[in-house]
RNA sequence: CGGGGUGUAGCUCAGACUGGUAGAGCGCACCGUUCGGGACGGUGAGGCCGGAGGUUCAAAUCCUCUCACCCCGACCA
């Protein structure tokens, strides 16, 4: 293989097709004999487990205790909010039957549930059921319970991680007694999402509401982190909602207040899913493969041994072994250093190259030159595949988790280059509009458009008209202007700052 | 659910119009050369051609039915 690049198509060639070609170079995970579902494999799980760490450990900081609630939901508790239901309702997979019976060699559903159980699209409701009987007075709350779990919406269009009809997620539900603490708690997790996501997952997000047309069913108000994939597309990578009583008041969670009179508690929900590793894949990969942000890397360093004669073997291995155990002395945001010896029998470029693909921050190449220098040759995935350094090894030890950071740092701050310089804040009216997000080539669309900052009249019913550029408003974000300007879409005179794109 | 398409080796596909002993590349196994390096040569394993029925001396190929998947729409974290 002559290619210059390990991935092929590049981004630019076709960019949906180059996200298949990384999940599959990279070994994340593949498609599985359900439709929509995927095999989440060890290097995707391997950083979903950090994402779930990290994420929790910030989860419980803030008061939160992890719970577990059923995957079955009785229909008639999903019935109880409208709005909820409407929204849902298209998507769910429902269980009718229990028990199988063999009948001329097939096996049959036998036995009819009296009540059909609807498989959890989310949660809202059965968790409800169980604050309603947790919840009597004020002293119960602030309730603030998450859960980690598998949900599932059945899907028309899968898409590894970004869209399949069973997903990985959190999903934080509390409870409160006034609006205002309840609002807060929305706004505290809204701001974890986004410190979670630009420290640990080096991407950057635009935090903001959602119009009322975006909003979660049966929220009062949702809020969303935005980020922008390399195609200029919108990923909507965490929300939060504030539900009001809505919920409350359909589960029948009540409490008496301090004055002693019974009101409905305020709720919150809140998730993150396997959607980030899309996220992830898409922001910081390149056209060689994954790279995988040093803070959720399964292994923060792959130690490749090279082997160029065989009786050199054992003296390689040994220095290998030696090399692993100096380098987990060091931490790295906190935790020991992860360091993984590929000892596959298999040729040394090959291996490199595999390395490479999966995104590894650091690979670490020893042979019998560097045992005799007492060094290794240090390769960067933030660098050129042939950008090689040769470190000592006491050097290395100092430098090591300081060079996990700049690989960490560079990623954050090539992505927040990416989304600014994509992010418009010249276009006028609807016309301009039209013109950003309309490609040169409309048969084979190249990557075009991007984020769109633009005055919003707020105006539900116009917001239709943005469907014809396939575009929405992603969020209004929380960081206005404040200044006035005419509306993009309508023209109208209008007060507030919006994000317009294409999304995922 | 509307429109289009495809099912042949682990993967990507050719063969089908015009029926006659099942093919290629990659991957895999073994041997040799090479190797601080995504190598090369050789040998080999691996498929009752999505399923059922039909036409025929003969079906991957033609016909009927069926199942599954993919793409474009509607829907979406």
Not at 155 to 178: D, I, K, N, S
Not at 232 to 259: M, P
Not at 382 to 390: F, L, N, P, Q, Y
Not at 391 to 414: C, P
């Amino acid at each position: 293989m002559a290619s210059e690049n390990a991935i092929s198509p590049t981004r630019s060639e076709d960019y949906p097709e180059w996200y298949q070609q990384v999940v599959r170079a990279a070994d994340l995970a593949e498609t599985s004999a359900v439709r929509g579902c995927m095999v989440i494999k060890p290097w995707g799980y391997g950083i979903w487990e950090n994402i779930q760490r990290k994420l929790d450990n910030r989860i419980k900081e803030t008061g939160h205790q992890n719970a577990y609630f059923p995957l079955f939901i009785p229909l008639s508790f999903f019935e109880k909010e409208a709005e909820h239901v409407e929204g849902f309702a298209k998507e769910c997979a429902v269980v009718t039957h229990h028990r199988l019976e063999q009948k001329e060699g097939r096996l049959i559903p036998a036995a009819p549930l009296e009540e059909p159980l609807v498989v959890r699209p989310t949660s809202e409701t059965i968790i409800g059921a169980s604050f309603a009987k947790w919840i009597q007075s004020y002293r119960d709350l602030p309730l603030l319970i998450n859960q980690w779990a598998n949900v599932v919406r059945w899907e028309m269009r899968p898409r590894v991680f970004l869209r399949t009809a069973e997903f990985l997620w959190q999903e934080g539900h509390t409870a409160h007694a006034t609006r205002e603490e309840a609002l807060r708690e929305t706004m505290l997790m809204h701001e974890v999402y986004r410190e979670f996501m630009e420290e640990v997952l080096a991407m950057p997000v635009i935090p903001g509401e959602k119009t009322a047309g975006e909003r979660f069913p049966g929220a009062v108000s949702t809020f969303s982190v935005e980020a922008m994939m390399q195609d200029r597309k919108a990923l909507q990578a965490g929300t939060s909602h504030y539900l009001g009583q809505n919920f409350a008041k359909s589960s029948d969670i009540k409490f008496v207040n301090e004055a002693g009179d019974f009101d409905f508690v305020h709720t919150t929900s809140w998730g993150v899913s396997t959607r980030l590793i899309g996220g992830v894949i898409m922001t910081h990969g390149d056209d060689d493969g994954l790279k995988v942000p040093p803070k959720v890397a399964p292994y923060h360093v792959v130690i490749l041994p090279v082997i160029p004669k065989p009786e050199a073997a054992g003296e390689v291995r040994e220095y290998a072994e030696k090399l692993r155990e100096m380098l987990r002395e060091s931490s790295f945001d906190g935790e020991r250093l992860s360091v993984h010896i590929d000892n596959r029998d298999m040729r040394g470029g090959e291996k490199n190259w595999e390395w490479i693909k999966k995104g590894a921050p650091i690979r670490l190449e020893v042979g019998p030159r560097d045992i005799k220098s007492e060094s290794a040759m240090l390769y960067r995935r933030d660098k050129g595949h042939k950008d090689k350094a040769s470190v000592n090894l006491n050097e290395l030890k100092n430098r090591i988790a300081g060079v996990l950071s700049e690989i960490q740092a560079n990623y954050l701050d090539t992505a927040r280059q990416y989304l600014k310089q994509h992010t418009s804040t010249e276009i006028r009216n609807f016309d301009e509009l039209k013109s950003y997000f309309t490609p040169k080539k409309l048969e084979k669309p190249e990557i075009h458009g991007g984020f769109v900052l633009g005055k919003w009249c707020n105006d539900q019913a116009e917001e239709k008209r943005l469907n014809d550029l396939k575009i929405t408003i992603r969020c209004l974000p929380l960081q206005q202007s404040g200044t006035s300007g005419k509306c993009i879409v309508t023209g109208r005179e209008a007060t507030v700052d919006a994000i317009f794109a294409k999304a995922y």
